[in-house]
């Protein structure tokens, strides 16, 4: 479903300053209206989906406009800039390389991508052994089905080409990202394909039986023989309710695709890097998947994505067989570099883990004040999903969740547009620098929007 255009038409709201938030114009602001109106005219509808504010420049925690306002960024653009806006570290990262005259490099090697390779590689579990970088999360879902897939023709077992993914789940917008997504709206446009099917999501509100027999049954439900299934993927957490995996339905599912010869693929594109308050959101479950799609996180803010996988996946392909033209940008990689010393300097992993509870707490109060419009809460280190639905059901709500962003942005508090089913979840991910203070402020703010609902 497509989510509601935010109105442009300036509203007098009431004035705010503090540390991490400043209002004081109309939002949106008059003199940007023009600017958005020509995005309007000029690109697809579908990039109109934001609320109406002109970012301008970052820091920390908080982003600008030039107009004067600062927002405490619960967005992080969308799970992106960890680390915060305007790091110091990353700018160095980018100036630098751009200041030597290398802002590109096709596959050749660059001192970038070696220190980044070596470093993401030094971080990872056996057997996860070798890592691609390439560019969106996309292209990294889309890379692990094509390894599966082509390990099963490998095998000789041309059949053998099923990928198993979840309901709701979302691995991109391409059409194979599209087609192992979870939303049959969103792929209407891809057409069929009996090769990928999809099982209920164990988060205990659309799913309530999160056992992993439920797995079994639906795959058994739908005709589908375990063999013929050369791939699981799913996202660790399922960006649409913050709901990770239990541990023990990880625990099976890896014995199973071990029984089955399946791959297991984790989407980390949300959940790595430390969004969980582990490094990986796999740590949770403690096993370790064959193949890791990450991205956003993984540099903060510049395009940048990674395939992380075993020695004999990874090997399957030839020199130049699996590559793409921007495949390790020395510029981004030297970003993504900065990006994850300071995300181990700074201890960021551990302040996600341990700014879970005040995140969940706040969500929870928020959801106390709403009346009952928000029917579902969930999260894990620091990332929430509130979910807006119909009274006693699971049908989506989407018009309070759209209310409420509109009101957070007008008091100083930068979510994204709703996502999720039917549009009706909304998401708080701050950058994971964010403090105590801040993260108390901004839920504060949105407990008072609650309430006036
Ligand atoms: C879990 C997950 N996988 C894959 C993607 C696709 O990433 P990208 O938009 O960089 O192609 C996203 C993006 O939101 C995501 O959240």
Same mark, same amino acid.
């Given at each position: 479903m497509a989510s509601k255009e935010f109105s442009l038409t300036p509203v007098t709201v009431e004035p705010v300053e503090t540390k991490y938030r400043k209002i004081c114009t109309q939002i949106p602001v008059p003199e940007s209206v023009p600017m958005m109106k020509k995005l309007r005219d000029l690109e697809p509808r579908s990039m109109g989906g934001q609320p109406p504010v002109v970012w301008h420049s970052g820091s920390d925690c908080t982003v600008s406009d030039a107009y004067g306002n600062k927002w405490l960024d619960f967005s992080a653009g969308v799970l992106v800039t960890s680390v915060g806006h305007g790091r110091p570290e990353i700018v160095k990262a980018i100036t630098d390389l751009a200041n030597q005259g290398m802002y590109h490099s096709y596959c050749f090697p660059t001192e970038a991508r070696i220190k980044l390779v070596e470093k993401i590689t030094s971080m990872l579990p056996a057997p996860l052994a070798r890592v691609f970088l390439v560019t969106t999360g996309s292209e990294a879902t889309e890379c692990c089905i094509k390894l599966a897939r082509t390990k099963s023709l490998r095998a000789g077992k041309p059949n053998k080409k099923i990928i198993v993914t979840f309901e709701n789940d979302f691995h991109g917008r391409t059409l194979g990202a599209q087609l192992a997504g979870g939303s049959p709206g969103l792929k209407d446009w891809a057409g069929e394909s009996a090769d990928f099917v999809q099982v209920p999501f164990p988060d205990g509100f659309r799913q309530a039986d999160t056992s992993f027999d439920v797995f079994e049954k639906s795959l058994a439900d739908q005709g589908i023989n375990p063999d013929d299934v050369c791939g699981v993927m799913g996202e660790t957490y399922q960006g649409c309710n913050a709901t990770l995996f239990p541990a023990a339905y990880g625990q099976a599912l890896r014995k199973w695709c071990d029984k089955h010869e399946a791959v297991l693929i984790f989407?980390?594109?949300?959940?790595?890097?430390?969004?969980? /308050?582990?490094?990986?959101? =796999?740590?949770? =479950?403690?096993?370790? &998947?064959?193949?890791?799609?990450?991205? $956003?996180?993984?540099?903060?803010?510049?395009?940048?994505?990674?395939?992380?996988?075993?020695?004999?996946?990874?090997?399957?392909?030839?020199?130049?067989?699996?590559?793409?033209?921007?495949?390790?940008?020395?510029?981004?990689?030297?970003?993504?570099? +900065?990006?994850?010393?300071?995300?181990?300097?700074?201890?960021?992993?551990?302040?996600?883990?341990?700014?879970? +509870?005040? *995140?969940?707490? /706040? +969500?929870?109060?928020?959801?106390?004040?709403?009346?009952?419009?928000?029917?579902?809460?969930?999260?894990?280190? *620091?990332?929430? +999903?509130?979910? =807006?639905?119909?009274?006693?059901?699971?049908?989506?709500?989407?018009?309070?969740?759209?209310?409420?962003?509109?009101?957070?942005?007008? $008091?100083?508090?930068?979510?994204?547009? &709703?996502?999720?089913?039917?549009?009706?979840?909304? $998401?708080?991910?701050?950058? *994971?620098?964010?403090?105590?203070?801040? *993260?108390?402020e901004g839920l504060g703010v949105l407990e008072e929007i609650a309430a006036e609902l």
């Open positions: 989407d980390e594109v949300q959940a790595g890097f430390g969004r969980t /308050g582990k490094l990986f959101g =796999f740590m949770h =479950f403690g096993i370790v &998947p064959d193949l890791v799609a990450c991205g $956003k996180g993984i540099s903060g803010g510049m395009p940048l994505s990674a395939v992380l996988g075993t020695e004999e996946l990874m090997s399957m392909y030839g020199p130049g067989e699996m590559t793409s033209t921007h495949s390790a940008n020395p510029i981004c990689s030297a970003a993504a570099m +900065a990006n994850i010393e300071v995300i181990e300097k700074e201890n960021l992993v551990e302040n996600a883990a341990k700014l879970e +509870a005040v *995140l969940l707490e /706040g +969500a929870k109060k928020i959801q106390a004040a709403s009346g009952g419009k928000i029917t579902h809460v969930a999260g894990t280190g *620091l990332v929430v +999903a509130m979910q =807006f639905t119909k009274p006693g059901t699971c049908d989506p709500n989407p018009e309070f969740a759209h209310t409420m962003v509109e009101k957070a942005i007008q $008091k100083g508090v930068m979510l994204f547009a &709703p996502v999720g089913v039917g549009g009706c979840a909304i $998401k708080i991910n701050p950058p *994971l620098t964010i403090s105590e203070e801040a *993260l108390r």
